[in-house]
């Protein structure tokens, strides 16, 4: 059983930065690839990023490109969302999910069935 534990949303302004880090259970993070995906009220769960064990593949959503960085820090079970230059239409829960039997592919990687665990999200809240 992996337990995935969000931190790090909040209330912000246009133009903030924040960054949302993910804890993660497990000896085996380190195989595991990670996504991001975030929920807006009303509307169906996106992708937003995803990164593969060793860090050296990452995946973004084109809302996601030039602002967001996704990295892995996996000697702490951790991976995090940087979110730079944050726009009112950010404005989700932000959930990490995990992927134990490997990064998926280009055409895959957003799709929520594709991941087998999932945290309980961070509100992240963007006012204009």
């Known amino acids: 059983q992996v337990q995935l534990v969000e931190s790090g949303g909040g209330l912000v302004q246009a133009g903030d930065s924040l960054r949302l880090s993910c804890a993660a259970s497990g000896r085996t993070f380190s195989n595991y690839a990670m996504g991001w995906f975030r929920q807006a009220p009303g509307k169906e769960r996106e992708f937003v990023a995803a990164?593969?064990?060793?860090?050296?593949?990452?995946y973004y959503a084109d809302s996601a490109k030039g602002r967001f960085t996704i990295s892995r820090d996996n000697a702490k079970n951790t991976v995090y969302l940087q979110m730079n230059n944050l726009k009112p239409e950010d404005t989700a829960v932000y959930y990490c999910?995990?992927?134990?039997?490997?990064?998926?592919?280009?055409?895959?990687?957003?799709?929520?069935?594709?991941?087998?665990?999932w945290g309980q999200g961070t509100q992240v809240t963007v006012s204009s």
């Open positions: 990164i593969n064990w060793s860090g050296r593949l990452r």
């Open positions: 999910a995990a992927r134990i039997s490997g990064m998926p592919t280009a055409h895959t990687v957003g799709i929520r069935e594709e991941y087998d665990y």
